[in-house]
């Protein structure tokens, strides 16, 4: 049985330019700052009181609440409990 190299072009045309990167850091917009939260651990990271996340993902402010709040979780942060 004989072998076939197949080339692939892995070239992303919708890629960033290399003198973009380092791309500049997230930073928080601080719009969760208006719920009552606190870190549990270091580990386990931040609990939201009595949060519905249903209501953030249909707020006219979601992308500013969900971007922050992805921001946080990549920080070791979490949402512990959120009532859906």
Do not use: H
Not at 3 to 9: D, H, L, P
Not at 35 to 50: L, Q, W
Not at 54 to 59: G, Q
């Amino acid at each position: 049985m004989a072998t076939e190299t197949v080339t692939i072009n892995t070239r992303n045309v919708d890629a960033l330019p290399q003198s973009q990167y380092p791309r500049e850091p997230l930073k928080l917009t601080g719009i969760l700052d208006q719920y009552k939260s606190f870190d549990v651990t270091p580990v386990i990271g931040r609990e939201f009181v009595n949060v519905n996340l249903k209501e953030w993902l249909e707020a006219p402010n979601s992308d500013e609440l969900i971007r922050d709040l992805a921001i946080i979780s990549m920080f070791g942060s979490a949402l512990r409990q959120v009532i859906c």
